[in-house]
């Protein structure tokens, strides 16, 4: 597979195998479905949606709780992990490679990205908001860490590996047909349903 930036090797290599593991209990399930439940109250009941950075759909797995019916697809870098998710979408539905060379050819209700744009490269984030909006027929939703201006944060030891800024507003000063619709935040000390300190954005195509 070849790769346009060092973040997107670190995800498909022994990184990103590392990762699996970490998210994988019935708390974060029980998490998500809290947090998928807040974040999705004014778009009703969608028909359809794909997720960017997938790993092994743990995010899918919860809106797959709350809506029975909805069709999802998948895009992910790691082999690993795009496997495990196939198992659970059907590899039909799973797109194993950078989001950089995923090719929207069907439009979902629903965009997603979660925890994701906070490690792509910057300079390819342009690329990434395309992708996000023309996948999309109606909603696109980021949940990211959230700065107001750019700032890069070590992860883990690594440097150039995590990114924060107002990704939502760059989209929506991108694509002038956008509007934010809902927003809200995770705390990672919620003594129920604890994320990651995440701010999200629910946006409606116009």
């Given amino acids: 597979m070849e790769f346009k930036t060092e973040q997107e090797k670190f995800w498909a290599g022994a990184f990103g195998d590392e990762y699996i593991g970490r998210n994988k209990s019935e708390e974060?399930?029980?998490?998500?479905?809290?947090f998928f439940s807040k974040a999705f109250n004014?778009?009703?009941?969608?028909?359809?949606?794909i997720e960017f950075g997938a790993n092994v759909g743990m995010n899918l797995r919860a809106i797959k709780l709350l809506f029975p019916n909805i069709e999802l697809s998948g895009v992910e870098?790691?082999?690993?992990?795009?496997?495990?998710?196939a198992g659970f979408l059907g590899q039909e539905n799973v797109f194993n490679g950078s989001i950089f060379d995923?090719?929207?050819?069907?439009?979902?209700?629903?965009?997603?990205?979660?925890?994701?744009?906070?490690?792509?490269?910057?300079?390819?984030?342009?690329?990434?908001?395309?992708?996000?909006y023309q996948s999309s027929n109606k909603y696109i939703l980021i949940a990211e860490y959230y700065n107001p201006s750019p700032v890069t944060v070590n992860y883990r030891g690594h440097?150039?590996?995590?990114?924060?800024?107002d990704f939502a507003g760059e989209l929506l000063e991108k694509?002038?047909?956008?509007e934010l619709i809902d927003y809200g935040f995770t705390y990672k000390r919620d003594k129920a349903f604890p994320q990651d300190d995440v701010t999200?954005?629910?946006?409606?195509?116009?």
């Fill in 28 to 34: 974060y399930l029980a998490s998500n479905l809290n």
């Fill in 200 to 206: 999200w954005f629910l946006i409606k195509k116009k």
């Fill in 42 to 49: 004014q778009l009703g009941r969608p028909n359809s949606l």
């Fill in 159 to 165: 440097k150039d590996r995590l990114f924060k800024r």
């Fill in 175 to 178: 694509c002038d047909d956008l």
């Fill in 77 to 85: 870098i790691n082999k690993s992990a795009s496997e495990e998710l």
């Fill in 102 to 132: 995923y090719q929207p050819n069907v439009e979902f209700d629903v965009s997603l990205i979660k925890g994701v744009l906070i490690h792509i490269n910057p300079e390819m984030l342009s690329t990434v908001y395309e992708k996000l």
